[in-house]
Each structure stands twice: as C-alpha cells, then as structure tokens.
C-alpha cells in the first residue's frame, strides 16, 4: 500500500496505550494531524503525554460510536482484546493498518535506521538514538520504551535518519526497507507464528534483502566499547552493534563513545528503580525470554555477587504459546536468582491454554535446583513476599513484559 499522508488529517489509533504504538501517535502529532485513540485501561506513562500533545482519549468502556477519521491503526493486541472496534473501523471504508504498518508507511520519508533481533532491540535503538543526537545528526526515533535522555518513546528530529525498534513478530519489521539494517542476535521465539528457527532466519534473511546496508557481524568493535554505567555483557554487545551503525554513517569514534559512556538505560531494561526505606534494592526488567533472563541475572550478580546479596524475582511469564514452546529453557533460566515467584501467565493476545501454567514452570524450575513458588493472583504474591520482610541484603526484581513492575508500586515505597 502507498498511503498519501499528506491527505491524512484525523488518525484513531485502536490501543493507543501500547508502547509502540503511543510513539506513533506521538509522530502523528507531531506532523500536525488530529489525534485520538481508545484504551482499556488508563497506563498514564503512554497516555499523559499524549494527552498533554493534544490528542483525545476513549476508554473501551464508554466509547460509543466510533470517532470519524482519515486513517484507523490498531496494535496487534486489540485483534483479542477489541476486535469488534477494529471491525467498525474496517466498515467505514477508510484506510485501516496495523501499527507496523502504518509505521512503514510512516518510514517512506527517512532513511531508515532499523534496530533488529530477537534480544537488544530496545537498548541498541537507544544507543543509536542518544550517539546520533550527540553527533549532531538529530534523527527521529521510536523506540518500545522510554528512553531515559529523551524522558519518551518518540523524539522527533529534523535530520534525514528515523531510527526506529524492528520487531520480527507476525514479519512486522518487513515493512521497511531500511538504509542500515543491524541484526543484534536470532534465537527461536514467537513460535505462534514461525514454524521454528529456520522460518525465523528466512524472515531476517528477507529484512536484510530489503536492506542497503546490513550489519550481522560486529563483534570486531567489541574492543572499541567504553566503560558502561549499565552492566552485562549483553549490553556491551548492544554497543558493540551501535557503534557498528554509527560508524558506517561516518560519526567519530570519540563522539560515539563518550555518548556510551553517558548512556543510562531505558525504562523497563534492568532498570534500578530505587531503594526502600529497610535499604532493599527495587530492579524492573523486561525480560520474557529465557535468554534474556539469564542475561540480566548475570547483569545483576555483576553488581552484587553471590554471598553479597540475594536476588528474589517476580516473574511473569509473557504468552500461554512462549512458555509452552520454551519451558525446559525457562526451568533453568534463574540460576542467579535466590528466590523465584512466579505471576500467573500474562496472555496478552492469546486464549487460554489449559496445558500450560506457572505452577507447572514452577515445579520444572524446583526440578531444576532452584526455588520457585507461583501464585494464582498478585495479593497472595505480594502478601506472601510481606512476610519476608526484605531488607539491605536483598534485590527484589520485577521481570516481564506484562505487568509485574505493579507488585513493588503496590507493596513498597522506593527513592
């Protein structure tokens, strides 16, 4: 599809409150179109700028008729949480796109600077983001998080780069064809829609045909990376792949990693919350995979080793079909946690799956060696975690693309 945005005056955007989408929003904004957008709850991080930008907010709740518009954009979330909205928006016989699609058609006036890979995306986005602006190249940027600099998920720019997260999940990031493609790692996941790894390489070998420039190996600038304030090899990797990007768009090398230096994280990746009043250690992570997983406990037992302090982690499983198709790797991905609580399975886009549950990924994770206990709601977890009674030897870790991060906003105060 070719959509002429110059003719778009009015958009509504269907889950506006998604992080991804809440950016695109942003950018429409931004472009001096008519904004508004139907929610279902009020997720105020995503929501109050925007609010605050101009656009109008409905709630699933009390929306009413549909909100007339040029252009109708739904997150892939709302095809199981309002697919009757999408099917009004479907018989007004206007435009209708799902977010990467409507990205993609977004991205036709950039140079498109796009962020792959199965774990990293969020973290290099940013790295790229931050160097480039430090370099004076001011790009445009969305990004699934918030990054700490920019205090959002959408920097708007005036230069000709759109720096932008690619996502691989249902093919979404074929919707680009991109200047600089970077590919920070493949591993097998969303196995609700690829057939397995194999498919998975197809869709990242298609992204790279589309690509003029593509980056899969950079380790060689492993050596150039600078001392960082956020730990883990993981992300020393992530900037390896930053500055591999930034290197082919001619930025000096001093520039580049004096902005590393400088970088401070995005919201929700091994993000140090705080401390509580008995000195307990508050971390949020969005990890939901289990490579990711061990990743940030290894991230985590770098700052405070075995012995030190013990890491206790709530975790919620993200996808019935994730946790399925990767439960043996799940069981044995918190060896550097002390303690493991585990959230009933956050099912996002998916129907209920009988088969699989936290409590038997609990008891895979018991067989494994470690201690894990699930809970059927999140009061028995938070009254069972009361009990405890952390204090200046713990880190407590919220962990999950879901909404785990409400247990420690519900049970402790943190500075």
């Known amino acids: 599809m070719n959509l002429d945005l110059s003719k778009i005056k009015k958009v509504f955007f269907i889950g506006i409150g998604g992080i991804g989408i ?27 700028p ?5 656009a109008t907010i409905f709630y699933k709740n009390n929306l009413g008729k549909l909100p007339e518009a040029d252009l109708y954009i739904y997150s892939d979330a709302w095809l199981n949480r309002g697919p009757e909205i999408i099917d009004d928006a479907k018989k007004t016989g206007k435009p209708i796109l799902s977010y990467f699609e409507a990205l993609g058609q977004f991205a036709k006036e950039y140079k498109v600077i796009a962020i ?26 969305i990004v699934g998080s918030f990054i700490k600099k920019f205090n959002s998920n959408f920097k708007y720019g005036e230069g000709e780069y759109l720096v932008v997260e690619a996502d691989e999940y249902n093919r979404h990031f074929l919707n680009f064809n991109p200047f600089i493609t970077l590919v920070t790692n493949i591993e097998a996941d969303h196995l609700d829609c690829y057939k397995d790894l194999r498919d998975i390489q197809k869709a990242f070998d298609k992204l790279l045909s589309q690509s003029v420039n593509k980056i ?74 289990p490579t990711e997983i061990k990743a940030s406990l290894e991230a985590l037992r770098e700052l405070y ?73 999140f009061e028995s977890a938070e009254n069972f975690i009361k009990d405890l009674n952390l204090g200046e030897n713990d880190v407590f870790v919220t962990m999950g693309a879901g909404e785990a991060y409400r247990i420690a906003d519900n049970m402790f105060k943190f500075s």
């Open 50 to 54: 925007l609010t605050q930008a101009g």
């Open 116 to 141: 792959s890979g199965t774990h990293g995306k969020t973290t290099t986005t940013a790295m790229v983001a931050e160097i480039l602006t430090d370099a004076g190249l001011d790009p445009t940027v």
């Open 22 to 48: 809440s950016a695109l929003a942003k950018m429409a904004l931004s472009r001096g179109m008519e904004v508004s957008g139907v929610n279902d709850d009020e997720s105020p991080k995503t929501l109050d």
């Open 305 to 377: 080793p075995k012995g030190e302090k013990k890491i206790t982690v709530v975790f919620q499983p993200h996808l019935y079909s994730r946790t399925k198709a990767l439960f043996n790797d799940f069981a044995k991905s918190f060896r550097d946690a002390d303690n493991i609580f585990l959230l009933p399975i956050f099912f996002a886009r998916e129907d209920k799956d009988d088969s699989i549950s936290s409590e038997k990924l609990a008891s895979a994770i018991c067989l494994a060696g470690d201690k894990a206990k699930a809970f059927p709601d």
């Open 216 to 289: 899969t190996d950079y380790e060689k600038y492993l050596e150039k990376v600078p001392k960082l304030s956020i730990p883990g090899v993981h992300n020393r990797m992530n900037a390896a792949g930053a500055l591999a990007v930034v290197d082919i768009l001619g930025v000096k090398s001093e520039v580049a990693e004096k902005s590393l230096t400088q970088f401070s994280g995005t919201w929700r990746r091994l993000e140090k919350r705080g401390e509580t009043e008995n000195k307990t250690i508050i971390y949020d992570d969005y990890a939901h995979h």
